[in-house]
């Protein structure tokens, strides 16, 4: 008989601590758990789908042919000239013998046509043609510079919402915890309350508490999708 006592004593005592597991699984929250790429990942990306950096790189692709433009400049001095004339010509010949002239006019119709090279030597070309290259070349060093710039602050934006991406995953992971531990909490406050158990002070208390905790975990998840959402928003795909 004492046997009998002792083992239906252990077989509630599990079925207590059973139900209060089972209890606090199905109270407990769920988390958002992200699959995060690698950090360099996410940076390729970036770069890729940034307007800006874009915008800047098609400048260079601008500079260098303005480059390319005013060393090819001086070449359009130099050049083949053509043409070509058809009609009514008027011709005239002198023959000259035996102490005579002999003047001869004749009109023909005919196809007249000339080719010949030409190359303009300008003053003012040769002094600015120096100036012209090297200032573009200092504009094409400028959009270079200005690329890496740009590059540079979008990969210290995704580092810094990657780091914030993932210390908000962190805390709302805890919070949800927290918050499945309240309501656990509060449902048996709840029965030690209707049983006489415990005063209504404390039994306010810990529902404050546990109201507390769930507006933490409320603000914690707002934080979270915000986060995500301007990580998303730089790196130009969906985080799941």
Not at 193 to 206: D, H, Q, T
Request: aromatic share 8%; charged share 25%.
């Amino acid at each position: 008989m004492k046997n009998f006592i002792k083992i239906t004593i252990i077989f509630c005592s599990l079925f207590t601590q059973t139900s209060g597991l089972i209890a606090q699984e199905n109270n407990k929250p769920s988390a958002i758990k992200l699959l995060i790429p690698k950090i360099e990942i996410l940076i390729d990306s970036a770069l890729v789908h940034n307007g800006m950096v874009n915008y800047r790189k098609l400048e260079i692709d601008a500079k260098e042919s303005n480059l390319k433009s005013k060393r090819r400049y001086w070449t359009r001095n130099f050049g083949i000239q053509a043409d070509t004339r058809y009609g009514t010509f008027n011709n005239f010949s002198t023959t000259s013998g035996n102490n005579s002239t002999v003047n001869l006019a004749s009109n023909t119709q005919q196809l007249n046509y000339n080719v010949g090279l030409y190359l303009k030597i300008p003053i003012v070309d040769i002094i600015n043609r120096k100036t012209q290259i090297k200032q573009a070349k200092s504009e094409l060093a400028q959009a270079k510079s200005l690329v890496k710039f740009q590059e540079g602050e979008l990969k210290e934006a995704v580092i810094r919402h990657y780091e914030d991406l993932i210390l908000k995953q962190n805390l709302l992971e805890l919070r949800a915890s927290n918050l499945g531990n309240a309501r656990v909490n509060m449902e048996m406050v709840g029965k030690e309350f209707k049983n006489g158990l415990i005063e209504i002070s404390e039994y306010v208390r810990i529902s404050d508490m546990t109201s507390r905790i769930e507006v933490e975990f409320e603000k914690g998840k707002s934080d979270f999708l915000l986060s995500k959402r301007l990580l998303e928003n730089l790196i130009g795909f969906e985080l799941k």
